[in-house]
């Protein structure tokens, strides 16, 4: 993995639409914005990164609404090596699979599943 470090929104930002990460670690407490704002960015890019949020607060209300929110999970702060590194694996797993199936779907299924119907109608 590689780390690149932004600290405000508007940076993050920026490196987001240059760099295309896979998966993001975003404090809820940015100086600039929240994490909210950060989630929607990330969500605008295609092929989004998953976005990990982490915060000294970290309860089960701040975890479900980053989910609810189209987030990855919530790491507590302080941070703990091995537990990052479990999180950020997974989520990059997460968005390696995703694109795995979105490249295994053929472009033209309609027609394929027509095209086997109509084998099958006329058997």
């Known amino acids: 993995f590689r780390l690149d470090e932004a600290v405000t929104w508007r940076d ?4 987001l639409a ?5 998966v ?5 407490t940015l100086p600039d914005a929240d994490w909210k704002e950060f989630l929607g960015e990330a969500a605008s890019l295609s092929n989004a990164p998953r976005v990990i949020v ?12 980053v989910l609810n ?3 990855y999970d919530v790491l507590p702060t302080p941070l703990v090596e091995h537990e990052v590194t479990r999180v950020v ?3 990059w797993q997460n968005w390696n699979n995703e694109r ?5 779907q053929p472009k ?7 095209v086997k119907c109509a084998t099958r109608q006329s058997s």
Do not use: F, M, Y
């Open 89 to 91: 694996w997974l989520a």
């Open 24 to 28: 993001v670690i975003c404090d809820a």
């Open 108 to 114: 033209a299924l309609s027609e394929k599943e027509n």
């Open 100 to 104: 795995e199936r979105q490249g295994r």
């Open 12 to 15: 993050g930002a920026e490196r």
């Open 18 to 22: 240059l760099t295309r990460p896979h």
């Open 54 to 65: 982490i915060s000294r607060l970290a309860d089960e209300s701040l975890w479900s609404e």
């Open 69 to 71: 929110l189209g987030g």
